[in-house]
């Protein structure tokens, strides 16, 4: 069973469509992080929340983190192709940092 | 090099035979991080070194897989024994430790036949 459950694994829309993924647990996390990984490659980081109800906006993706610190989201705003790969979440239990768990990870598919 | 490196890209083994994986982290970053993926799945952390020492060993599979560091650099993950069920892609990560950004590999994947 994976500590952090990702929704929906996998999501195929139209370009310019709005989309949410959700990541969820029933453990309390120190942050979370979100990633973005292309085929081939490995994850890239695109934020860290790390403060219960925080919301954070970088250009058109929104990231929250619950206010019990068990959650996020990713909202994006008019998806484009280029926003396709894998979107992982990821982040360390409370008062242990030597343990990553991630998420099984979203499949977005942005059509032209 | 700029980013963290990771050699075989690609290796193939038959089961039963040892392989060795390597990982060089970017330079100056104290934490390193191993973790396994299966095609389009998470990651599965395996092991984390602080330095030299690995303070959680919990998350490799079995005692076939082991890790070391030296230097407080370069990481080898050693697999004996290769079964067809390690086939995955081998990813390495390296920070500055605690929750600072971990910087990916490109992975090594491993098939096992």
């Known amino acids: 069973t994976q500590l952090l459950e990702q929704s929906p694994q996998f999501l195929s829309i139209q370009e310019g469509e709005n989309l949410t993924v959700y990541c969820n647990s029933s453990s309390v996390f120190s942050s979370l992080q979100w990633y973005r990984q292309e085929p081939g490659e490995g994850p890239v980081l695109l934020v860290t929340v790390v403060t219960g109800g925080e919301v954070k906006k970088l250009k058109r993706l929104t990231f929250q983190f619950g206010d019990a610190r068990k959650d996020s989201s990713l909202h994006i705003t008019a998806a484009q192709p280029g926003d396709t790969g894998l979107y992982l979440c990821a982040g360390p239990l409370l008062y242990n940092f030597n343990k990553f768990y991630f998420g099984s990870g979203t499949k977005l598919n942005v059509k032209p | 090099g700029a980013g963290v490196s990771q050699s075989p890209s690609n290796k193939v083994t038959e089961k039963g035979k040892d392989v060795e994986l390597r990982c060089d982290p970017i330079s100056g970053h104290t934490a390193l991080y191993w973790y396994r993926q299966s095609l389009g799945q998470g990651l599965e952390f395996l092991i984390y070194?602080?330095?030299?020492?690995?303070?959680?060993k919990s998350g490799l599979p079995s005692d076939r897989f082991s890790a070391e560091r030296t230097g407080g650099s370069v990481s080898t993950l050693t697999i004996q024994r290769t079964q067809q069920e390690d086939s995955a892609v081998y990813l390495c990560a390296s920070s500055l430790g605690g929750l600072a950004e971990q910087f990916f590999g490109p992975g090594t994947r491993l098939t096992v036949l």
């Open positions: 070194f602080q330095g030299n020492s690995a303070p959680d």
